[in-house]
C-alpha cells in the first residue's frame, strides 16, 4: 500500500507541476504573481499529508528520487519560459530549478499554516525573481 500512495504523489506532483507552466502571454506584471501562485500550490500539495510528504519528498531514499523528479520538471517550465523570452537564459534552466526545488524543500520540512505559506511564497517568488540584492 505505501508504495502504490508513493506512486500516486509522485503522479500528482508531476501534474501539478506541468500545470504551473508559464503561457508565454503571460503579462510583466504578472510573472510574480504566477511564480508566487506556483510556490505556494506547491507548498500547499506538500501540506496536504506531511507524513507522505515527508516519505516521498523530503527523506531519503524515495525523497531524493522525488526530488531529482520535481527538478527536472521545473527545469522543462524554466526552459519553456527561456525559451519565449520571459525568464534569463543566461543561467541553465537546471541550475534554477534545483534553486527553486530547494526553497521548496527547505519549507516543507517545517510545516506552516495557510497564511504563513502565502507568505513564504511571496518571499520565495521575490527572491527567485528579484534576487536579493537592493539596487539603487
Same mark, same amino acid.
Given at each position: %500500500?505505501? =508504495?502504490?500512495?508513493?506512486? !500516486? &504523489? ?9 500545470? #504551473?507552466? /508559464?503561457? $508565454?502571454?503571460?503579462? =510583466? ?5 504566477? /511564480?508566487?501562485?506556483? +510556490?505556494?500550490?506547491?507548498?500547499? +500539495? +506538500?501540506?496536504?499529508?506531511?507524513? #507522505?510528504?515527508?516519505? !516521498?519528498?523530503?527523506? $531519503? ?7 531529482? %523528479?520535481?527538478?527536472?520538471? !521545473?527545469?522543462?517550465?524554466?526552459? &519553456? ?10 543561467? $541553465? ?5 534545483? *534553486?527553486?526545488?530547494? %526553497? #521548496? ?5 517545517? $510545516?506552516? =499554516? ?9 518571499? *520565495?517568488?521575490?527572491? &527567485? *525573481? =528579484? ?6
Amino acid at each position: %500500500m505505501p =508504495e502504490s500512495n508513493n506512486a !500516486v &504523489f509522485r503522479d500528482r506532483l508531476t501534474v501539478l507541476a506541468r500545470s #504551473l507552466r /508559464m503561457a $508565454p502571454q503571460v503579462a =510583466e506584471n504578472q510573472v510574480l504573481d504566477r /511564480m508566487a501562485l506556483s +510556490f505556494r500550490k506547491l507548498l500547499n +500539495f +506538500f501540506a496536504e499529508d506531511e507524513v #507522505l510528504t515527508q516519505r !516521498v519528498f523530503l527523506l $531519503p531514499p524515495e525523497g531524493t528520487e522525488t526530488q531529482a %523528479m520535481l527538478i527536472r520538471l !521545473v527545469a522543462e517550465n524554466i526552459t &519553456f519560459s527561456q525559451q519565449d523570452k520571459l525568464f534569463r537564459d543566461d543561467i $541553465p534552466a537546471a541550475l534554477l530549478a534545483q *534553486c527553486f526545488t530547494g %526553497m #521548496l524543500v527547505q519549507l516543507a520540512h517545517q $510545516p506552516a =499554516e495557510p497564511a504563513q505559506r502565502h507568505q513564504d511564497s511571496l518571499a *520565495c517568488a521575490k527572491l &527567485f *525573481c =528579484e534576487g536579493i540584492w537592493v539596487r539603487e
